[in-house]
């Protein structure tokens, strides 16, 4: 099992009110992403680093920002939140090397934007 | 560029019946191939994984999964299907090096 941990599970927010979305893990991973899924659909890649102070745009363009200044973990930040931005918000982390990228997911966090 | 592509987007089986879910996969290489599970509400688990070796590759809760190189495909089965089985079934692929490329879901229904 992997212990990747986020936080707030769920969350409801004013529009326009700034938002952070915690993500740790204890495995020493090097690479973690975020993801963001609607409910039912796929996975679209946001945000991934591939270690400390290493931080790249993924597939889907997003207006939040990440930082990655230790290595367990990866806060996710919205300056603006707006209705458009509710979502189900996936961290996750993978193995160092050589087992082919094994990602492990956090439980994920709900947010909702009113 | 890898893609990933899973035909099926809802399949239905009585609970007892045996499952396919279908996973075609575009890559260049050998690739890595992945199977995760995701039940309402929840993060993606991992149910299997092939990255070299013997081409039927065994994951959790009795799930198992076929690599066919010469089909490009990596289609997970199980033989009995049990109620609480019902959730989105992700494949997925990677290279090693950057982030895998997911397809956009199965989604299992389990009927008693």
């Known amino acids: 099992e992997a212990d990747i941990y986020q936080t707030p599970r769920y969350l409801v927010i004013g529009t326009g009110k700034k938002i952070t979305l915690e993500c740790s893990q204890t495995?020493?991973?090097?690479?973690m992403y975020w993801y963001q899924q609607d409910p039912g659909m796929e996975l679209h890649l946001i945000h991934y680093s591939y270690g400390v102070n290493s931080t790249e745009k993924g597939d889907l363009s997003s207006e939040s920002t990440v930082s990655r200044i230790r290595t367990e973990h990866f806060p996710l930040t919205l300056e603006s939140a707006r209705p458009s931005h509710t979502s189900q918000y996936l961290c996750a982390s993978s193995d160092p090397g050589g087992t082919g990228n094994t990602i492990y997911f956090g439980e994920g966090s709900w947010l909702t934007v009113v | 560029a890898q893609s990933v592509t899973q035909p099926d987007i809802h399949i239905t089986v009585s609970e007892g019946a045996s499952l396919e879910l279908r996973c075609n996969y575009s890559y260049g290489a050998t690739p890595y191939l992945f199977w995760y599970v995701q039940s309402p509400g929840q993060g993606l688990q991992l149910l299997l994984k092939?990255?070299?070796?013997?081409?039927l590759v065994q994951g959790i809760k009795g799930f198992e999964a076929e690599f066919k190189r010469s089909q490009s495909s990596f289609n997970l089965r199980k033989p009995s299907v049990h109620w609480s089985d019902a959730a989105e079934y992700f494949c997925?692929?990677?290279?090693?090096?950057?982030?895998?490329?997911f397809g956009k879901g199965t989604r299992l229904s389990v009927i008693a």
């Open positions: 495995m020493g991973h090097d690479k």
């Open positions: 997925a692929v990677g290279p090693g090096n950057t982030p895998l490329v």
């Open positions: 092939y990255f070299s070796g013997d081409t």
